[in-house]
T-cell receptor, first 114, second 112 residues
């Protein structure tokens, strides 16, 4: 039973380019969460999605960031026109049900903006 | 506002000794708490959780204590091993809110 998978593991983008981060939840999980982690800091919630629906995007910047979780395929976190401040580790987690259900984390994508 | 904070950013413990990592939270509505372990270059790994209707929960070599009166959470690791070296985060979820709120983290170093 594969865990949460994220790709790419490392992504380098120049300022102004687009970054696409992918997350495949654990088998049987329909809830996906994205978090951002700056060096030496804790993870910060960005967005919570269920299949084809954004449930809570209160932690996601209003501009340049978007997320989707289509009926088929992985969840995508898209960052348009990246800036240096977007450099961070982005983690995806998935859970089977809602409240109190353990969230399993993927290995993360480390985005570096040059 | 809501916050989950840790008392100490770093902790060094002799191999074989017990370690205690502390966490304070400010939201009295928090009802579910989780400790995660994060090794360098990896995602957080679930260690143990506790609900607000409990004050203690034990796992293999780990114990979580919850003191709701002072809004304090602790993680005890018994007989520490080199593999316990990592950053430990506490996180909380409010009833009706799916998102985890993480603390800053404590870096635990096991001294051989």
């Amino acid at each position: 039973n594969a865990g949460v998978m994220q790709n790419p593991r490392h992504l380098v983008r120049r300022r102004g380019q687009e970054a696409r981060l992918r997350c495949s939840p654990m088998k049987g999980h329909s809830h996906v969460y994205w978090y951002r982690q700056l060096p030496e800091e804790g993870l910060k919630f960005m967005v919570y999605l269920q299949k084809e629906n954004i449930i809570d995007e209160s932690g996601m910047p209003k501009e340049r960031f978007s997320a989707e979780f289509p009926k088929e395929g992985p969840s995508i976190l898209r960052i348009q026109q990246v800036v240096r401040g977007d450099s961070a580790a982005y983690f995806c987690a998935s859970s089977q049900t809602t409240l109190d259900s353990e969230q399993y984390f993927g290995p993360g994508t480390r985005l570096t903006v040059t | 506002g809501e916050s989950v904070g840790l008392h100490l950013p770093t902790l060094s413990v002799q191999e074989g000794d017990n370690s205690i990592i502390n966490c304070a939270y400010s939201n009295s509505a928090s009802d579910y708490f989780i400790w995660y372990k994060q090794e360098s270059g990896k995602g957080p790994q679930f260690i143990i959780d506790i609900r607000s209707n409990m004050d203690k929960r034990q796992g293999q070599r780990v114990t979580v204590l919850l003191n709701k009166t002072v809004k304090h959470l602790s993680l005890q690791i018994a007989a520490t091993q080199p593999g316990d070296s990592a950053v430990y985060f506490c996180a909380e979820i409010n009833r009706g809110n799916e998102k985890l709120t993480f603390g800053t983290g404590t870096r635990l170093t096991i001294i051989p």
